[in-house]
């Protein structure tokens, strides 16, 4: 490095940038070795790059993630057992658990209403616990394949606070028990038991007597039956799409296979199809109640184009064509 007094000490660093430093030819040896450090600092600091060459790795592809298509669930009324809401709470809690299970967009939702038709063609009423067979039957007639029951059986509410001469609060909690069964439509049977419980809080308060201290929160109503009825969504989820799906024949014609499943249920084209046509009953000799039916499969089908706003049209590429109301489930 060269001193010249008065002038500009310009060093290379061995990153090639140039850096201006003013020194004197006087320098004391403790300043001179400070720049020194400095110097040595900000060489360090430039910019720096270190590249390593690897062997080449072969990334493969993945195949497409099969997403099995939707399978169509209902939600009937929940029978209320308590004292409390009357027929208000059995409403909401089946609106709660069928909202939920929507913004899951794991199934197609079919609406109350439709089974409340059934309900009153068949002359039952619109909540309560039915056995699994009479679930079944009436699932099948709404085109289901899975459908929840449900009872509210413990609802209450306590109320507590304080009082004082300047202040005072009010709070309020809302706790409920909810029971509910999951049965599958096509065999009768309980895929999903359970009990959960909810609890929902409310407070206010007045300051000399500004404020509220608020009557009864119906609100908590509803957050306390969506406490415990989030609790089950998951294993719905999970119990109902565990089993197989399928869809049924609604239609046949010299042409087309007419399919009561289509582009909402996610059923792709080109699928394949195994088709099933359906016996006789087949029953518990100790319950008496139909477990199933039997089968004689007929061939298999593969879906060629949609129609309606849920429905498919089929062709068969082995076997016989079937008969109306034949059970159709993917081929593995």
């Known amino acids: ?56 790795v072969t990334i493969e592809t993945p195949e497409e993630v099969f997403i ?78 899975a459908i929840v029951i449900g009872v509210i059986s413990q609802f209450g509410v306590k109320t507590g606070g304080s009082d004082y001469l300047i202040t005072a609060s009010k709070q309020q909690v809302a706790e409920c028990t909810v029971d509910i069964r999951v049965i599958e439509v096509e065999t009768g049977k309980i895929l999903y038991i359970d009990s959960g419980k909810g609890v929902a809080k409310s407070s206010k308060g007045s300051f000399l007597g500004m404020g509220t201290k608020g009557g009864y929160d119906e609100t908590l109503e509803g957050e306390s039956l969506r406490a415990a009825i989030a609790k089950f969504v ?14 049924r024949v609604a239609e046949v014609d010299e042409n087309n296979i007419y399919l009561d499943a289509g582009k909402e249920s996610n059923l792709k084209l080109g699928t394949k199809l195994a088709v099933f046509n359906q016996g006789k009953e087949i029953k518990s000799p100790d319950t008496g109640l ?16 949609y129609f309606g706003e849920n429905g498919s049209t089929a062709k068969i590429v082995k076997g016989s064509n079937p008969v109306r109301g034949a059970v159709c489930r993917l081929v593995r």
């Open 1 to 56: 490095m060269r001193q010249i007094k008065g002038e500009r000490l310009k060093v290379k660093s061995s990153g090639g940038i140039t850096i201006p430093l003013i020194c004197r030819i006087a320098m004391r040896p403790l300043l001179l070795a400070t720049c020194y450090s400095l110097l040595a600092a900000f060489t360090g600091c430039a910019p720096s790059t270190t590249v390593k060459k690897k062997q080449a």
């Open 290 to 305: 139909v477990i199933g039916r039997t089968e004689e499969k007929v061939g298999e089908l593969e879906v060629v184009d």
């Open 68 to 145: 099995p298509p939707k399978k169509k669930i209902s939600v009937i009324e929940f029978e209320n057992k308590t004292a409390y809401g009357q027929r208000r709470l059995g409403t909401a809690a089946a609106d709660i658990l069928l909202t939920e299970l929507g913004k899951s967009q794991k199934f197609i939702l079919i609406e109350r209403a439709k089974l409340d038709k059934i309900l009153e063609e068949q002359k039952l009423q619109s909540a309560g616990m039915y056995d699994a067979n009479t679930v079944s039957q009436i699932g099948k007639l709404a085109g289901v394949d």
């Open 234 to 247: 998951d294993n719905i989820i999970y119990q109902v799409n565990a089993r197989p799906w399928s869809c």
